[in-house]
């Protein structure tokens, strides 16, 4: 019910340290963008439209 959600990276040892398992920690894939010539923009526009959610119990 409490934490942040985010799991355990590794275990603690019997002397007091952390072993970190490399398996565990997560890790992002960046693309190369070092011959990229378009602007990059935000992910997601200002201008996209709010759509609301409808309620599954409305007729």
Do not use: C, Q
């Amino acid at each position: 019910m409490f934490g942040t959600g985010s799991g355990a990276m590794g275990r603690h040892t019997k002397s007091g340290g952390y072993l970190v398992d490399w398996n565990k920690v997560r890790t992002f894939v960046v693309p190369d963008l070092e011959n990229f010539t378009k602007k990059l923009g935000p992910y997601v526009s200002r201008k996209t439209p709010i759509v609301m959610k409808k309620n599954a119990t409305t007729n």
